[in-house]
């Protein structure tokens, strides 16, 4: 009911901003109610509903994740980390993924920065290491590597994209590698994030999700100002 007043009332710049408010709002007070239940064992609805710790945890679970898709779908650039071991990953692919799809996100393939090659291929050496490890990911065999070797992330996706507009979302896991792999070619990172940048710039349909370990969080700094939004939307994960 809220919802249909605002978009009734409100201007129509102003509805997306105040649609996402709400809806973060509804999503956080549900995660409190289910936090001020830890603890309960008890049956309700006449003994047809059993609030206990393993349902408390499925809710707050399922309520994490929609708090996580509010947040990507109203910002075409998220930041998702954790403490190491806190299960990002699977989260990711089990439930985020899954979620995206049934909103009619196009989900591409999970990526990573990191990988083994680091010389080039056939001779070839790498007009950057962190772009092509994503291609690949991206391209799980179609392309020769040799040809994914001197391309763009944009030209890449441009060349995927079809002649459809589509809303498409690309997932890099494990982001922490864009500083913790090749140190020895640290100066590719800013290149990395350019190409990042420009590919959201000539795909207004392109959404970015970064997940990567919370102690890399402040290596991003440097880069931030590349980015859409500078790294703004954050979204944090706890055991």
Same mark, same amino acid.
């Given at each position: 009911? %809220?919802?249909?007043? @605002?978009?009734?009332?409100?201007?129509?710049?102003?509805?997306?901003?105040? *649609?996402?408010?709400?809806?973060?709002? %509804?999503?956080?007070?549900?995660?409190?109610?289910?936090?001020?239940?830890?603890?309960?064992?008890?049956?309700?609805?006449?003994?047809? !509903?059993?609030?206990?710790?393993?349902?408390?945890?499925?809710?707050?679970?399922?309520?994490?994740?929609?708090?996580?898709?509010?947040?990507?779908?109203? =910002?075409?650039?998220?930041?998702?980390?954790?403490?190491?071991?806190?299960?990002?990953?699977? @989260?990711?692919?089990?439930?985020?993924?899954?979620?995206?799809?049934?909103? +009619?996100?196009?989900?591409?393939?999970?990526?990573?920065?990191?990988?083994?090659?680091?010389?080039? $291929? +056939?001779?070839?050496?790498? =007009?950057?290491?962190?772009?092509?490890?994503?291609?690949?990911?991206? /391209? *799980?065999?179609?392309?020769?590597?040799?040809? @994914? %070797? *001197?391309?763009?992330?944009?030209?890449?996706?441009?060349?995927?994209?079809?002649?459809?507009?589509?809303?498409? %979302?690309? $997932? $890099?896991?494990?982001?922490? =590698?864009?500083?913790?792999?090749?140190? =020895?070619?640290?100066?590719?990172?800013?290149?990395?994030?350019?190409?990042?940048?420009?590919?959201?710039?000539?795909?207004?349909?392109?959404?970015?999700?970064?997940?990567?370990?919370?102690?890399?969080?402040?290596?991003? /700094?440097?880069?931030?100002?590349?980015?859409?939004?500078? !790294?703004?939307?954050?979204?944090?994960?706890?055991?």
């Amino acid at each position: 009911m %809220v919802s249909v007043v @605002l978009e009734a009332l409100l201007p129509r710049e102003s509805r997306r901003n105040a *649609q996402l408010v709400l809806v973060v709002a %509804v999503l956080l007070a549900s995660l409190v109610s289910v936090f001020l239940l830890a603890g309960t064992n008890t049956l309700t609805a006449n003994g047809a !509903l059993a609030i206990d710790a393993p349902g408390l945890f499925m809710q707050g679970s399922i309520l994490l994740l929609a708090l996580l898709s509010a947040l990507v779908m109203a =910002e075409r650039l998220v930041l998702f980390f954790a403490p190491s071991g806190a299960g990002k990953s699977s @989260l990711i692919r089990a439930r985020l993924m899954p979620g995206l799809r049934e909103e +009619n996100f196009v989900v591409l393939a999970p990526t990573r920065v990191g990988g083994q090659v680091s010389q080039g $291929i +056939n001779g070839q050496p790498f =007009e950057n290491i962190y772009v092509f490890n994503l291609l690949r990911d991206l /391209d *799980q065999g179609r392309t020769p590597p040799e040809q @994914l %070797v *001197q391309s763009t992330l944009s030209a890449y996706l441009k060349q995927q994209a079809g002649p459809e507009t589509i809303d498409r %979302v690309l $997932i $890099i896991d494990q982001f922490e =590698e864009i500083v913790t792999s090749y140190p =020895e070619q640290w100066t590719k990172r800013e290149e990395f994030f350019r190409q990042l940048s420009q590919a959201m710039s000539d795909d207004p349909h392109l959404w970015v999700i970064l997940a990567m370990r919370e102690d890399y969080i402040a290596a991003l /700094d440097p880069y931030a100002r590349l980015l859409p939004g500078r !790294l703004r939307v954050r979204y944090r994960m706890s055991y």
